[in-house]
T-cell receptor, first 116, second 111 residues
Framework: DAAVTQKPRYLIKMKGQEAEMKCIPE?????VFWYQQKQSKELKFLIY????????QIDMVKERFSAVCPSSSLCSLGIRTCEAEDSALYLC??????????????FGSGTRLLVI | LAKTTQPPSMEAYEGQEVNVSCSHT???????IYWYRQVPHQGPQFIIQ???DYVVNEVASLFISADRKLSTLSLPWVSLRDAAVYYC????????????FGLGTRVSVFP
């Protein structure tokens, strides 16, 4: 089992609905990353938190997503208004510090979102 | 960030050794090489990392060319469980950022 826990595993939403998925980082890890992976496509970086503060994110996240880490043991990624193109596997990853030669990025099993 | 180039797919039989190559011709001195693999419906799993020369762990070995422009992941005695997409990633060790994944190499293993 992954040391990073993601919930729920599956999420089905109608177009226009709000979606929320949660991530529990590996204990002691201070860096949290979210990625989006569409079917048979590469992982796409979305946003990076360090010590619960967002330090880097792509424009799509700023415009349509909401992401927070209210504590060191819980982060969430939300989509304000789901669109069909948001259907994907959303992966959360954590690492001890986010940088450095020994940074080990641990991934969760993901939340698979289907927007219909 | 250095781009990486990997073969799209490889095939092997159980018990064979599989060598997956990765080209990173523009790798910077501050960048390390990471290898991950991903099976369906799961997140990527760390395999090995290296900077230069040769690295080995209980799962795989990693050879990095002297100019660091090419690396080869070696999986000894593959089993059906090793069937996955293998990703070669280079990332700056001084600048915290998300990992940049390519399409990886799909390794198929046959009994």
């Amino acid at each position: 089992d992954a040391a990073v826990t993601q919930k729920p595993r599956y999420l089905i939403k109608m177009k226009g609905q709000e979606a929320e998925m949660k991530c529990i980082p590996e204990k002691g890890h201070t860096a949290v990353f979210w990625y989006q992976q569409k079917q048979s496509k590469e992982l796409k970086f979305l946003i990076y938190f360090q010590n619960q503060q967002p330090l880097d994110q792509i424009d799509m996240v700023k415009e349509r997503f909401s992401a927070v880490c209210p504590s060191s043991s819980l982060c969430s990624l939300g989509i304000r208004t789901c669109e069909a193109e948001d259907s994907a596997l959303y992966l959360c990853s954590s690492s001890p510090s986010g940088q450095g030669a020994n940074s080990d990025y641990t991934f969760g099993s993901g939340t698979r979102l289907l927007v219909i | 960030l250095a781009k990486t180039t990997q073969p799209p797919s490889m095939e092997a039989y159980e018990g064979q050794e599989v060598n997956v190559s990765c080209s990173h011709t523009n790798i910077a001195t501050s960048e390390y090489i990471y290898w991950y693999r991903q099976v369906p419906h799961q997140g990527p799993q760390f395999i090995i990392q290296g900077y230069k020369d040769y690295v080995v762990n209980e799962v795989a070995s990693l050879f990095i060319s002297a100019d660091r422009k090419l690396s080869t992941l070696s999986l000894p005695w593959v089993s059906l469980r090793d069937a996955a997409v293998y990703y070669c990633i280079v990332t700056d060790i001084f600048y915290a950022q998300g990992l940049t994944f390519g399409l990886g190499t799909r390794v198929s293993v046959f009994p």
